[in-house]
């Protein structure tokens, strides 16, 4: 069982950045494909960017645009989502979400998921 707990969100002007956290309590979470998705209101949940075991990066291009980036620690358990040059349409619910022998941003093969982060960006 992995259990993953989101933190950094909050409100930012357009054009700011911030740092979302996921932490992870997996003894075996570098072993894990870690991903970010995100859900708008009235949207489906979109996929953000993922991270494999061997540190390779996967990145849904149409949404960030070299905007954000995706980092672990795992000797903290932790992978970050480094979000810049924030646009009101980035505004969401950013969810990290972990499994095993993941190499897709399809949200339905990640099988834990943590409660989400409100990232609000104003204009």
């Known amino acids: 069982q992995v259990q993953l707990v989101e933190s950094g969100g909050g409100l930012v002007q357009a054009g700011g950045s911030l740092r979302l956290s996921c932490a992870a309590s997996?003894?075996?979470?570098?072993?894990?494909?870690v991903g970010w998705f995100r859900q708008a209101p009235g949207k489906e949940r979109e996929s953000v960017a993922a991270?494999?075991?061997?540190?390779?990066?996967?990145y849904n291009t149409d949404s960030v645009k070299g905007r954000f980036t995706i980092s672990r620690d795992n000797a903290k358990n932790t992978v970050y989502l480094q979000m810049t040059s924030l646009k009101p349409e980035d505004t969401a619910v950013y969810y990290c979400a972990a499994g095993a022998y993941i190499t897709s941003l399809i949200p339905s093969n990640y099988g834990y998921w943590g409660q989400g982060t409100q990232v609000t960006v104003s204009s």
């Open positions: 991270i494999f075991s061997t540190g390779n990066k996967l």
């Open positions: 997996a003894r075996t979470f570098s072993s894990y494909t």
